[in-house]
C-alpha cells in the first residue's frame, strides 16, 4: 500500500501523464471519469456530482456492477442505478481504451448481420457467433491475429453490429468493395457470412483507439450487464503502468523539460471529489525516460 500523485501509462504510440491534485492511496478506486479528449491547454471538462456518489472515494465494491450478487437491483436508488451503469461503463471504455493504444493495429472492422440469416437482436446469440468466427479466423486462417471487438447498439436500441480493429491477418482474405473513402479503399471480408462487412486500414493507430470506445454507451452496458463487452486475443499487449509519489516542483520541471514532446493537455475536475486529474500525452521515444521523474 503506498500513495501516488502521478500515473504514467506507456502504450505503443505514446506515452500518458495522469497528474492528481492530491495524492490517490494506491488500495483506492480513483472516482470513475471519462477519458480525456484532446482539447485546447488548460480547457476542464467538468464532471457532474449527479453522476458519482456523495463520497466516491467510500465507494464499496458490493454497490458496484462487478460484483452484483451483494446488492439486489430493487434495493438500489435511481441514482445509485444511474451510477453503477456510468461506473461500469467508463471502466468497460478504460480498459477498451488502454488496450487499443497498448497495440498498433492495421484494420477497422465492421460487422453487421443480415436480419433475414441471424436475430440480430439477440445479443448472447450473436456473441457466441463472434466468438466463434474469430477463432475460425485464428485456426484456418492468421495463427497470429490480433484483433479487439466491441458491439455497437443500433439506434433503434434494440439490434446490435460489431467493430473490431485487426492487425498479423496472415491469409484472411479482403475483397475490394469498389468503395473509396477520402482516397482510400473499403473492402469486405470474404468470409463473414452473416451479413455485410467493411474494412478499412488504419491511418493513425492513436486516434482509432478513441473512436472505438464511442461505442461502448451507457444503452449498450444497461442491456449488457454481466455480459462481454468486448474481445481480445491472447497476444495483444498490455500497457506498462508505473507510478509515482514527487514533489509538484519536480513534476512540474520534468514537464518542462519535455515540453517539446507534449501533443496535449487535458484536464478533468470531479468536483463532489474535489479531485482534479490532469492528462498530458507525450510522444514516445522523443521525451526522456519517465524514469528521470523517479
Known sequence: ?????????????????????????????????????PCEPDEIQKVHTSELPDNPGKVHTSELPD??????????????????????????IQKIYEISRANLWDYFLTLTFDRTKIDSS?????????????????????????????????KDGIHYHFHG????????????SGIKKNGHIIYNMANWKYGFSTVSKV???????????????????????????YWTSKNCETAKISVYNLPYEEISQFIDNNIQSIRYTSKVVVESAGLTINYIEMEKGKENDDRQTN
Open 165 to 176: 480493429l485487426l492487425a498479423n491477418i496472415g491469409n484472411i482474405t479482403l475483397k475490394d
Open 203 to 229: 491511418l493513425e493507430s492513436n486516434k482509432v483507439s478513441s473512436y472505438i470506445t464511442k461505442y461502448i454507451t451507457k444503452e449498450l452496458c444497461a442491456v449488457s450487464k454481466n455480459k462481454r463487452r
Open 122 to 154: 439477440d445479443y448472447n446469440l450473436l456473441c457466441d457467433k463472434v466468438s466463434k468466427w474469430l477463432n475460425n479466423l485464428r485456426s484456418r486462417y492468421a495463427p497470429d491475429l490480433k484483433y479487439l471487438i466491441v458491439p455497437e447498439l443500433h
Open 67 to 92: 460484483n452484483p450478487g451483494k446488492v439486489h437491483t430493487s434495493e438500489l436508488s435511481d441514482r445509485q442505478k444511474e451510477h453503477a451503469i456510468h461506473s461500469s461503463m467508463n471502466r468497460t
Open 1 to 37: 500500500m503506498g500513495n501516488y500523485n502521478l500515473k504514467v501509462y506507456e502504450y505503443a504510440d505514446g506515452i500518458q501523464l495522469r497528474l492528481y491534485n492530491q495524492p490517490i492511496t494506491s488500495h483506492e478506486k480513483v472516482p470513475p471519469v471519462s477519458l480525456a479528449k
